[in-house]
């Protein structure tokens, strides 16, 4: 009954000039997003305004699933388009329209007529009331209401196409990817640096990913549960490069050489010092982890001091402020829950002292951290240059 969609966005970030690059990004997202699904779809602008245009059979719900995953959609409104063959028409369309939209007419509802196009023969008003009036007519056992109306039935008159639409399914929100930039998300298999990555790319930052693994400590099964949460990560925001660094190395070289109720901490300052050496290589700005004030030692304000200590990028923690229970709800909606519960340890359970500090004192870590000088260097290089690089579409 669709032909197309009417594509309704969010926030645009910057004024000006930037509405023409934000609306680009959101069609070329919009366009790779239906890519994914069966089905021959054109993505167009026309009169400002974003419209999905099927043209071919398409399962409806497999549209309205890949449109709910695209930031920068406000609203997804499956839409009758049709054109300007005089007012009759409209009416008769618009009851067609109703008739098929809704099987149970048992329904209250409200007309809102816009024209983009003033040189209609009626005004808004005089739509609203002489369409409210043929809908009573044909359907009698359907009522106005103007305040809270179970159907709002809109009826926008543009330049040559009238609208025809009251099905509003509300999109995630956000900026379209590509819209601000790049960052490193440190990806490991938990609940929460998924969400991360999550939250800032909604935010329509471009995400590459970061896994620290440490064989055989950490088992394959471990990074394939990273890799399958890279790729629920990436059904929103587009394809993702994920960094796998043996860190097995470092890690015994920390354990060996420096107090055991610092290892996180000491780990930590290392992993976050990768991160950002591979960032700055592929173009991030920024480094994003799923850290929350106090969920376990290495996340005290004391120990995000000394981790954040060693990043010249900023560091972005969007569930900083989250209790885990508002990081699973949002990990339940965005489907990446299930496998984040999966059991396999990832790097730092092995590695975890039973009384690590809660207060690391930053002079007295770098002091232990000199432990490690004449064997560091060579291992973080290695870290580098044996990172594997996984394209995860
Ligand atoms: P998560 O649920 O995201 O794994 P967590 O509660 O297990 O977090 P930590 O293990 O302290 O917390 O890790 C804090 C953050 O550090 C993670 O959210 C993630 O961004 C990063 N991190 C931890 N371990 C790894 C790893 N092995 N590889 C990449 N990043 C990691
Ligand atoms: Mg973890």
Request: glycine content about 6%; proline content about 4%.
């Amino acid at each position: 009954m669709y032909k197309a969609f009417l594509i309704k966005y969010a926030e645009i970030g910057v004024k000006g000039n930037n509405k023409r690059v934000f609306e680009d990004a959101l069609v070329n997202e919009v366009k790779r997003a239906l890519k994914k699904i069966t089905g021959e779809f054109k993505v167009i602008r026309h009169e400002g305004r974003i419209y999905a245009q099927c043209l071919s059979e398409y399962d409806y719900d497999e549209v309205v699933t890949a449109l709910k995953r695209v930031f920068g959609i406000a609203w997804i409104c499956p839409v009758v388009q049709i054109e300007d063959n005089g007012f009759d028409d409209l009416a008769n369309q618009v009851i067609n329209y109703l008739d098929k939209a809704y099987k149970n007419k048992n329904l209250t509802f409200k007309v809102n007529a816009r024209r983009t196009r003033k040189n209609y023969p009626m005004n808004s008003m005089e739509i609203n009331m002489e369409l409210g009036g043929r809908i009573l007519d044909a359907f009698p056992e359907m009522k106005v209401d103007v305040h809270k109306p179970e159907v709002l039935l809109q009826v926008e008159i543009r330049g040559d196409v009238i609208n025809i639409y009251s099905i509003e399914v509300p999109g995630p929100g956000g900026m379209p990817i590509g819209t601000a930039g790049k960052a490193m998300l440190l990806l490991s298999g938990g609940i929460d640096s998924p969400v991360a990555g999550y939250m800032v790319a909604k935010r329509g930052v471009q995400i590459e990913a970061t896994y620290f693994h440490a064989p055989p400590y950490t088992s394959e099964r471990a990074k394939q549960k990273v890799i399958d949460l890279a790729k629920i990560v990436s059904k929103y925001s587009g394809p993702i490069t994920l960094n796998v660094v043996n860190f097995t190395d470092i890690q015994m070289a920390i354990y060996e050489k420096c107090p055991h109720d610092e290892l996180t901490i000491i780990m930590r300052r290392y992993m976050m010092k990768i991160a950002e050496d591979l960032g700055k290589m592929s173009g991030c700005q920024g480094l994003v982890t799923g850290e929350s004030i106090g969920q376990v030692a290495s996340q005290t304000m004391a120990s995000l001091y000394c981790t954040n200590e060693v990043c010249t990028m900023p560091v972005f923690r969007p569930v900083i402020g989250f209790d885990k229970q508002e990081i699973i709800d949002i990990s339940e909606k965005i489907g990446s829950y299930e496998t984040s519960i999966q059991p396999f340890e990832d790097c730092c359970t092995i590695f975890v002292a039973k009384h690590p500090v809660t207060k690391p004192n930053l002079n007295v870590i770098k002091q232990h951290e000199t432990n490690l000088d004449g064997v560091i260097e060579e291992l973080y290089k290695t870290a580098i240059e044996t990172t594997e690089k996984i394209v995860i579409e």
